[in-house]
C-alpha cells in the first residue's frame, strides 16, 4: 500500500471513486495486511473481491 488512498472501481455512475485514507487509518490496516497485499477476501474464493454489493 504506496498510496494514501484506495480506490473503488465502477461504482454506480460508472466511474472510480478514490477515498483517501488519513496516516492512522492507513498504519492500522498496513499492521493487518498479509504478505498477498488483499487485506479483504472474498469468503467463496478466498482471493480478491470483485465487488462490494452483496458484503
Do not use: C, W
Not at 27 to 55: C, D, Q, Y
Request: overall charge positive; glycine content about 8%.
Amino acid at each position: 500500500m504506496d498510496q494514501d488512498y484506495y480506490i473503488i472501481r465502477d461504482t454506480k455512475n460508472g466511474e472510480d471513486q478514490k477515498i483517501f485514507l488519513p496516516p492512522k487509518v492507513k498504519e492500522a490496516l498496513l499492521e493487518f495486511m498479509p504478505e498477498s497485499g488483499i487485506l479483504f477476501k472474498s469468503r467463496v474464493t478466498g482471493g480478491k473481491i470483485n465487488t462490494v454489493h452483496k458484503l
